[in-house]
Each structure stands twice: as C-alpha cells, then as structure tokens.
C-alpha cells in the first residue's frame, strides 16, 4: 500500500507541474524600458506623466503588475547611447522612446519590440518598411510631415507680412535635424519661401549666438525643429524670439505656452498616453511589425496676441476663428 500510494502521489505530483508552470506565466510582471531625452521625471512633464497615464488607463499599476524602468540622458549623445544599452541589457517586453531615442534604442538591439513617439518621418529614416506594416522589431506613433510643415509656414505667412526668409532652429546632434529642414524647405519652397538653418547643441550660449546669426542674416521668423532641445528649452526660446523681433511658431502646446506667437500641431500629450496602448498590445503577444505605425488624428492651433502685439504684428479675423485657443 505505501508503493501505491506513494506512486499515485508521484503521479498526482508530476500532473501538477504544468499547472504550475502555467501559473507562473501568468504571474510573471512585464517589464518597460523607457529612453528620455531630459535629465529627470520633472523635466520630462508633462509627457512623463502622460505616459503613466496611460498605463493606468489599462490598467497598469507600476511595480504591481508592471515595471517601468526610466533613464534620463540629458541630451547627452554618449548618454543615449550607454543608457539605451542598459536598458536592453535589462530583457524588457518592451523599449520605448522619443524621436531621437528611438534611434539609439533600434541601434541597440534587433529582437526587443520598440515603440517610438514623435519620429517625423519613420519610413525616411527606415526605422520601419511601411507605415501599415512596418515590418521589424519598431512600430510607434509619427507626428510631423510634409502638411504639417506646409500649414505651419502658411500661417507665418498669413501673419508676417512680405515673408519671404525663415530660420530654423535645429540640434545637429539630434538624427531627425535634417529631416526637418529638409521637408520645410520643401514645404516652404511651394510658398516662395526661402529656409535657413541655425544651429544650437544645446546650451544657452549657442542659442543665444543661433538668434544673433538669424538676426544678422535678415530672418523674418523662426521656427524650431521639433525634439527635446526645443523641448528643454522650451521657456528660452519664445523670449529670445520676442528679444530679436522673429514670430515663432512652435510646435506643440509645451513650446508655446511661454511666448511663441503661434503653434500648429498634433496633441503630443494625447500621443504620450496612446502611445502606452501600442506597448500593452505587445506584451499581449502581437508583434511590432504587424502594428500599424500611428498618425496623429487630433491637432492644435493656438494664437497668443500679447506676443502679437509685442510684435507688432495683427492676426486676420479668421484666423483667431479658427483658433484652438487664443491668449489675450
């Protein structure tokens, strides 16, 4: 009787292992490896917090059944590249990033899902094959092209009178820099528009020499490449384009709150939060290269008429109607 029943317990025991195993698959945490551009959580707001949002709105709760690991390069190249390498290092369901992170992360790795926000162009820079598949182990959510560029330097032009030279402020340092002169060139070029690029890596000293240079070289107006050093400096910009008497069009509610005369753009802060919806499909099992790059769908144009005024510059009827928001 102690054989038996000693080798119905064996049997009993060893028909229990998959429940087990099983068991410990489903409780096992997903992890998310995220690479920022800033040097912290606070100066990342409010994508940081958008991005936690969106999270929660799935229900994701951080170290409850999520891990969300952050790294904060600073801008910094040589950062970038270290901390995208670490965060590999660590096997995550999933990478994501920014535009210019993006590109560290698709350089560290071929295998990990990699999920990017605000890539101008994803197909250009052959991040992905297609839009509708993109075809590897990236997919994410674009925010600017050849429309966006167009309607932007339009709407200087319905502004500013006689505009006919336009500066772009860029990080040469930053991989879609040339993509976004590239494509307002183009935009602009169809307005009889001219585009000049002026470069600053980052610190205030070469923003301060970049807005001197544009002075001197006549432009009309300015506006900033899209990116995390228009991002962090994104409560300098505006003053310095009102000290130099250049109308600024920003890009992004973020970057225009502190002074630019206009913004046109897609609702970054919704990309953020939709952009945790992408990463949950992914670590439910489906595979980057059959999702769909994104498009933005929803976008903002503000007008601030303090800064109009300070400019002495007015703003037609019908574009304060078709307004978002103005700031009196």
Same mark, same amino acid.
């Given at each position: +009787?102690?054989?038996?029943?000693? $080798?119905?317990?064996?049997?009993?025991?060893?028909?229990? #292992?998959?429940?087990?195993?099983?068991?410990?698959?489903?409780?096992?945490?997903?992890?998310?490896?995220?690479? #920022?551009?800033?040097?912290?959580?606070?100066?990342?707001?409010?994508?940081?917090?958008a991005v936690i949002e969106g999270f929660a709105r799935l229900g994701y709760v951080n170290g409850r059944n999520i891990v969300l690991e952050h790294r904060f390069p600073n801008e910094k190249p040589e950062l970038f590249a270290g901390m995208a390498?670490?965060?590999?290092?660590?096997?995550?369901?999933?990478?994501?990033?920014?535009?210019?992170?993006?590109?560290?992360?698709?350089?560290?790795?071929?295998t990990i899902p990699i999920v990017f926000m605000f890539v101008p162009d994803p197909v250009g820079m052959k991040l992905v094959n297609s839009l509708a598949r993109p075809g590897g182990n990236i997919t994410g959510l674009s925010n600017f092209g050849l429309d966006?560029?167009?309607?932007?330097?339009?709407?200087?032009?319905? $502004?500013?009178?006689?505009?006919?030279?336009? !500066? +772009?402020?860029?990080?040469s340092n930053q991989q879609t820099?040339?993509?976004?002169?590239?494509?307002?060139?183009? !935009?602009?070029?169809?307005?009889?528009?001219?585009?000049?690029?002026?470069?600053?890596?980052?610190?205030?000293?070469?923003?301060?020499?970049?807005?001197?240079? +544009?002075?001197?070289?006549? +432009?009309?107006?300015?506006?900033?490449?899209?990116?995390?050093?228009?991002?962090? #400096?994104?409560a300098i910009i505006p003053r310095l384009a009102i000290e130099h008497r250049l109308p600024l069009c920003a890009f992004s509610r973020?970057?225009?709150?502190?002074? !630019?005369?206009?913004?046109?753009?897609?609702?970054?802060?919704?990309?953020?939060?939709?952009?945790?919806?992408?990463?949950?499909?992914?670590?439910k099992g489906e595979k980057p290269a059959d999702i769909p790059v994104e498009q933005p769908t929803k976008f903002e144009f503000l007008v601030n008429l303090r800064t109009a005024r300070a400019l002495g510059l007015t703003v037609p009827a019908g574009m304060l109607i078709a307004a978002n928001e103005v700031v009196e």
């Open positions: +009787m102690r054989r038996r029943e000693f $080798i119905v317990s064996l049997a009993a025991s060893a028909a229990a #292992w998959p429940l087990v195993a099983r068991a410990q698959q489903v409780q096992k945490i997903p992890k998310v490896g995220y690479l #920022w551009h800033a040097a912290s959580a606070k100066e990342e707001n409010p994508y940081y917090g390498a670490e965060l590999v290092a660590m096997n995550p369901e999933v990478l994501m990033g920014g535009s210019v992170a993006s590109f560290y992360l698709n350089a560290a790795t071929k966006i560029a167009g309607k932007r330097v339009q709407l200087l032009k319905e $502004i500013v009178p006689g505009l006919s030279r336009l !500066a +772009m402020l860029i990080n820099a040339s993509m976004y002169v590239e494509v307002t060139r183009k !935009a602009a070029r169809d307005l009889g528009v001219t585009v000049d690029a002026f470069d600053a890596l980052g610190s205030r000293k070469e923003l301060d020499d970049a807005f001197d240079a +544009m002075t001197k070289a006549g +432009m009309q107006a300015v506006i900033p490449a899209q990116g995390g050093t228009a991002f962090q #400096w994104r973020e970057t225009f709150e502190d002074g !630019a005369l206009i913004s046109y753009g897609p609702d970054q802060v919704a990309l953020c939060v939709r952009s945790a919806a992408l990463a949950d499909k992914i670590i």
